[in-house]
């Protein structure tokens, strides 16, 4: 520990200014990962690529209208969520309107069949999640409540991803029973007044970025990625288009449980997390498929690395690349330890933003493909479970726009019955049946290395190719069977 204290030291994380309030009589700057996806929309205004859904389903006696109450507090409590960004001069400005009612159109879907009312909420949720959004007027976010019948509601909403990240619904979703359940007491919201808001964070960011700590952590990533290619040359069944597309698709994964037991005792003879051994395998499916030895994977980040920002609610999320050296032929074990030393080190130096790495690398532009990766990893552990109050339970409902934002995304899950996901995959690029070959590959991957960490890079790659020579003999048998069955009424 005293080792990783003296580390951080050195890196100047001491250095950085603290993070305080700063006064709203100024104008407020706009974080870097706001002012990117601010660029983005105006490229491509109204685009739904940066939308963020989160549909709750509801369940027991709902008040609707203590619900639409809660809404407007978690909006007047978080004032990011009140946040516009005209363009004024050419470039975008913060202004965060005034509390007032949120709103909350409701649909009701009761007078239909029981079977069809799933099904259409799934539609409506659809259409709702895919309407554009005014950055320059706002607000941000939109909620809709859709009644299925007296004890059965779903809620949809859809912010903009300048408001809000992954973590931060999670947060608004605790909050939000929380003040429910006050408001259905007849009490207050019991929960404390934020520290800081994002424009604080936002602010402090720009003072962090004049400080030497930021100077050191652009020169670890411009060191680490030196000389390093930011092409994977995945194989693709269809051309690349000249312009990058984002029509995603989802090839479903599961691992199970014992598989991902072995995995994890073998991360933890390594000190390692269960992320590593993933990632290890991860960049032995993307060297089958490019046999590129020099890796650049992406992965998301918290980015909320102090107390203070654990609440927060706004894009704190940040991209950081990983590299991977996986020459020499390396047991699967020793891959592991690389991904491990990987890891530690680019979570050492998260906080530069993706943004300014991009500017100071300057790739050469390809609107092809994403700036400096193709593929990308995440792994969350366990699923966020319901919560419960005392007459209405909210759990999550498992929904996403399928946005591919490079040409592969593993994304995972690890919980008590093993793991799951999928690979989110660019439509345009890959067909269902590769992709479903290349999860049956992954999933094989786990298993073997975590059987027998010592086989080398080239033992599991010829292991694939007899999974492969099985797989493609399965193929053809199926095919033949069906055109089989095709022609037997003529033939009779």
């Not at 050191?216 to 693709?236: I, M, N, V």
């Not at 989802?250 to 598989?259: I, R, T």
């Not at 704190?316 to 990983?322: F, G, P, Y």
Request: glycine residues 6%; proline residues 6%.
């Amino acid at each position: 520990l005293s080792r990783a204290v003296e580390r951080l030291r050195g890196a100047g994380i001491s250095a950085a200014p603290p993070l305080v309030r700063v006064s709203r009589d100024r104008e407020l700057p706009l974080s870097f990962a706001q002012q990117r996806l601010w660029f983005l929309d105006q490229l491509e205004p109204g685009s739904h690529h940066y939308h963020v859904p989160v549909a709750l389903r509801l369940e027991g006696r709902l008040a609707a209208d203590l619900l639409r109450r809660s809404l407007g507090e978690i909006s007047r409590r978080h004032e990011i969520l009140r946040a516009a960004f005209p363009n004024v001069g050419g470039r975008a400005r913060l202004e965060i309107r005034p509390p007032g009612d949120l709103g909350l159109p409701q649909i009701d879907l009761s007078g239909l069949e029981k079977a069809r009312r799933e099904a259409e909420f799934g539609r409506c949720l659809a259409v709702e999640c895919r309407r554009p959004f005014d950055l320059a007027r706002g607000p941000l976010l939109r909620a809709a409540l859709t009644r299925l019948d007296a004890t059965e509601h779903r809620l949809a909403l859809t912010l903009h991803h300048a408001v809000t990240d992954a973590w931060s619904m999670g947060i608004l979703t605790r909050d939000l029973a929380t003040i429910y359940a006050a408001f259905r007491a007849g009490v207050p919201s019991p929960l404390p007044e934020p520290e800081i808001q994002y424009a604080d964070y936002a602010s402090w960011q720009h003072d962090w970025f004049l400080s030497p700590a930021m100077e050191r952590e652009l020169e670890y990533w411009c060191e680490r990625l030196a000389g390093a290619s930011f092409r994977l040359d995945l194989p693709t069944d269809r051309p690349r288009p000249p312009v990058r597309t984002e029509r995603g698709a989802v090839e479903p994964l599961h691992v199970e449980a014992d598989a991902l037991d072995a995995l994890r005792r073998l991360g933890r003879r390594r000190g390692a997390t269960l992320f590593c051994p993933l990632l290890a395998a991860y960049a032995v499916l993307l060297f089958r498929r490019t046999r590129q030895t020099d890796l650049l994977i992406g992965t998301n980040v918290a980015n909320r690395a102090s107390r203070a920002l654990e609440g927060l609610v706004g894009v704190l999320i940040n991209q950081i690349v990983l590299r991977l050296d996986l020459a020499g032929d390396p047991a699967f074990s020793e891959l592991v330890e690389r991904a491990r030393v990987a890891v530690l080190e680019a979570h050492e130096n998260q906080l530069l933003p993706f943004e300014r790495l991009v500017e100071e690398l300057k790739p050469e532009r390809d609107d092809s493909r994403h700036l400096l990766f193709q593929a990308k990893i995440d792994l969350q552990i366990e699923a966020e479970e319901g919560l419960t109050l005392p007459d209405l339970t909210i759990a999550p409902i498992d929904f996403a726009l399928r946005v591919a934002r490079c040409d592969l995304h593993l994304s995972l899950v690890a919980g008590r019955t093993g793991l799951d996901g999928g690979l989110l995959y660019n439509a345009d690029l890959f067909e269902a049946t590769t992709m479903a070959r290349w999860a049956a590959d992954y999933r094989m991957l786990i298993g073997e290395a975590g059987k027998r960490p010592e086989l080398r890079l080239s033992e599991l790659d010829a292991m694939l190719d007899v999974a492969e020579e099985s797989f493609r003999a399965e193929r053809e048998f199926d095919y033949e069977r069906a055109l089989y069955e095709r022609l037997r009424p003529a033939r009779r």
